[in-house]
């Protein structure tokens, strides 16, 4: 699995490429992100391991796996992770409203000061 997501890193699309700008090096409400890594049996996009969120990015073929994403979201929910999906073109079209989405995710998880 391990070169798997190492192979993955290597040939992110547009989208991924993107988004990744702007969750790396803690960017986003100060929560280290990681990039296609390892799972289970699966590759996540992207995932804040400290607080359990899992960021998918769809394209076009995941219209026609809609069951195969249903089991995998279910198996990465029953191991305690949240899991958000996003389109490709919704990050690159619309990248500030999903960091917006992101964040609001991250920081529901935030201890009350």
Known sequence: ??????????????AEK???RHLRNRQLAGRKFRRQHPIGPFVADFVCLECGLIVELDGGQH???????EARTKYLESNGFKVVRFWNNQVLGEIEAVLTVIRGMLESDLPSP
């Open 63 to 69: 219209s026609v796996q809609v069951e195969k994403d």
């Open 1 to 14: 699995m391990k070169e798997k997501a190492r192979a993955l890193r290597k040939n992110q699309t547009d």
């Open 18 to 20: 993107l988004l990744w």
